[in-house]
């Protein structure tokens, strides 16, 4: 990921992660992993066991590598009262110290970092109204549904105005219409130059919030960057295109007399033609030419596969819908 | 106020709100209050009939033996367990420990924090309870016990069992504190300690000084007399004079709870899933 950052970041604005592996006993956590993730929204995407959670519970300190080093803006995780400073974490527990409300939750958490009671106060409130729970917020967060929770818990991790913030599965349980606000949350977050990091089961989601993707398997990383350009490096999947035009037909058969192009298919209105290539950049060369040679009216011309979900059936297999 | 100060603050205001009233400790509530209940029925039955043979000083043996062997050996042997090993472990098992570990306070305020909240409801609960069992249990001798109170020796004794009963939940409570952090069943080690405990009388002196009773009961003022068969086979140890079992039992303690602050800092989360 580093490579394909624009700018060069300081170590300090990076989290980083050398050659760290993390065994439970004799089970695989997560196996030599290398990373480096640049500010902006960054998802976890990956199975069951894939060792998501591993990776937010290694940065965030709550657990410690087996071996290898992790840095987060510079700090330890070793160091959790810098740590914590910056990082918010909202974990995948839904359990909340008993009989406390929603507002003592966040509050009692700030009182805890230091804060004088009217800071608390201050930031116990602002939290809560960005999450829409301030209406909620005196009744004990034991009553509370599941979307509520997940509502208070991101209200938690946000409530310090941290640099860092780590979700595991931030919208789960959520409606729609929260789902909106909380995506629209993480993208403000991330274009403030704040690092927010996300795992998600769901990943037409993960396409909408995302800068970057982390794509896991049993425990290794296996691709990571802008979903394009890790879509870009899977060479040996052909390149989906779909042309839409007034000719599909001609289209097609023009572009195949090119050694690079695999396979061709015209939609059922007949004004589609989706194209399989090994050579996006010489598709593209060539579907220029053809259009001006032939005077077709082209509509719009679309990768078809660069999504999260393509990406993680070439990579990992299965149905990226089902993670 | 310093950052160490706001945030141990903190967290014995929290832990306070959680552990007084909280329903899972009504079997602890229940059993300070067991002692006060029995001195009471004592002294409404002594009041009611007529023997010649009950002497004050019967009273203040009996108090000794309820507290030697009741109040220091289960009441808060076993109320100190319930409140200070669950500090951590009921964490552990509601699945909350993280909330505190995300916070950037030191791992050792938060030991200090959440043993200083298990140390003032221990001190209110079983310190409170011997009082009100002192001054209940000769309440029928009427302006005798005033006077054994406020004019003999009767407030200095309450004062020593008012300490001893302090130190013993200062004590228990590193012990059991560290316990709770250490092991998922804390039952298998207090077992441990509880039989350990009450061997006490029976083992060599150089073994009975390793462990918290020994010091307590040298602190009592009173003390007990052990009634054939068990006179045979006690084996009778120098007792601790004050001004050693005092700060023993201190250090003793502060050891346990470094060593408990040092661990936490090592300390995971993780929730056995």
Known sequence: MSAQAPVQQSHESLISFANVSRFYGEVLGINKVNLTIPAGVTSLVGPNGSGKTTLMNLMTGLIRPTQGEIKVLGISPENPEQLCKVVGYCAQFDACPKGLTGHQFIYWFLRMHGYTPEECERKTATALQRVSMTAAAQRPVGAYSKGMRQRIKLAQSIAHEPQVLVLDEPLNGLDPMARAETIALFREWGQNGRHVIVSSHILHEVDQISDQVILLSQGYVVAEGEIKGVRDEVKEQPMQILVRCNDPRSLAARLFQQDHMVEAKISRDRRGLLLRTSDADSFYLLLNKVILESGLEVESVAPADDDVNSVYQYLIGGDGGAV | ?273
């Not at chain 2, 141990?8 to 007084?20: D, Q, S």
């Not at chain 2, 916070?103 to 050792?108: A, D, G, I, K």
């Not at chain 2, 043993?115 to 302006?143: E, I």
């Open chain 2, 1 to 273: 106020m310093q950052l160490w100060a706001r945030q141990i603050t903190a967290v014995l205001r929290l832990e306070m709100k959680k552990t007084f009233f909280s329903k899972r400790g009504w079997w602890i509530y229940c059993l300070a209050a067991m002692p006060v209940v029995i001195t009471v029925l004592h002294w409404i039955v002594m009041s009611r009939i007529q023997s010649n043979g009950h002497r004050l000083g019967d009273d203040t043996i009996i108090f000794a033996g309820l507290f030697q062997l009741f109040y220091l050996r289960a009441v808060i042997f076993f109320g100190c367990m319930g409140i200070f090993s669950n500090l951590f472990r009921v964490e552990m098992l509601e699945k909350t420990l993280h909330y505190y570990f995300l916070t950037p306070m030191r791992r050792e305020l938060l030991v200090i924090g959440k043993y200083l909240a298990g140390l003032s409801v221990a001190l209110v609960l079983f310190v409170g309870s011997v009082a009100l069992a002192f001054l209940t249990v000769a309440r029928h001798f009427g302006s005798a016990w005033t006077d054994y109170l406020y004019h003999g020796p009767g407030m200095s004794q309450l004062g020593s069992y008012m300490l001893v009963a302090a130190l013993a939940c200062v004590g228990y409570g590193a012990v059991f504190l560290m316990c709770g952090l250490f092991f998922r069943n804390p039952m298998i080690p207090a077992a441990v300690v509880f039989v350990w405990e009450n061997l006490n009388p029976f083992l060599p002196s150089v073994l009975k000084k390793i462990s918290v009773i020994f010091y307590l009961r040298s602190l009592c003022p009173v003390e007990v007399p052990v009634p054939p068969p068990f006179s045979v086979m006690v084996i009778d140890a120098d007792p601790t004079p004050i001004w050693l079992a005092v700060p023993g039992l201190l250090l003793l303690s502060m050891i346990l709870l470094a060593y408990t602050a040092m661990s936490a800092r090592q300390t995971e989360i993780n929730y056995g899933e």
